[in-house]
């Protein structure tokens, strides 16, 4: 019996401490976004660790348009000494309400959310997050973009709640 009271204690508390994380975690996405301006090649600086990305490096992401309006998503890096691609497709459910709000999918017809939740003015550096706090990425169009730069996006992310 005294076993069961930890394990009912923490299956009571547990959803409580997920909504207490959550409160301050802001994933909204940006509301000024030019997705053609968006597409083409991003250097991946760093990255929450995940198990689809694990132990990869030299990570790009390419977004390219495809004729019925979705975009494709082509992953690629290093793990192991081998070169690894993945292909994926992502699409804008609302691109004139919520336009930095797109879905990814790398797997049938399962999409998750990828929120662009910061961009410089001139498209070069990326903030981007998903529905949950255990996904964030930096982006940049350039491999080792400046110092200042990486502060200011590390700066939104802790402001948003990213630890």
Do not use: C
């Not at 207490?20 to 968006?38: C, G, K, M, V």
């Amino acid at each position: 019996m005294k076993s069961l009271i930890p394990l009912a204690l923490a299956t009571v508390m547990f959803p409580s401490l997920l909504v207490a994380q959550n409160e301050s975690f802001d994933n909204a996405p940006i509301s000024d976004f030019d997705l053609y301006r968006y597409l083409g090649l991003w250097y991946e600086i760093a990255r929450f660790d995940h198990s689809f990305e694990r132990d990869m490096n030299n990570v790009t992401a390419e977004y390219l348009l495809r004729d019925d309006g979705k975009i494709d998503v082509i992953n690629s890096g290093w793990k192991g000494g081998k070169y690894k691609v993945a292909d994926g497709k992502a699409r804008q459910p609302d691109p004139k309400g919520d336009p930095a709000h797109l879905e990814v999918s790398f797997f049938l017809f399962f999409y998750s959310d990828y929120n662009v939740l910061m961009l410089d003015d001139d498209y070069q550096v990326a903030l981007v997050g998903s529905g949950s706090p255990k996904y964030l990425w930096i982006l940049s169009r350039t491999p080792a973009p400046g110092t200042d730069v990486l502060n200011a996006v590390l700066k939104e992310a802790a402001d948003r709640g990213y630890d």
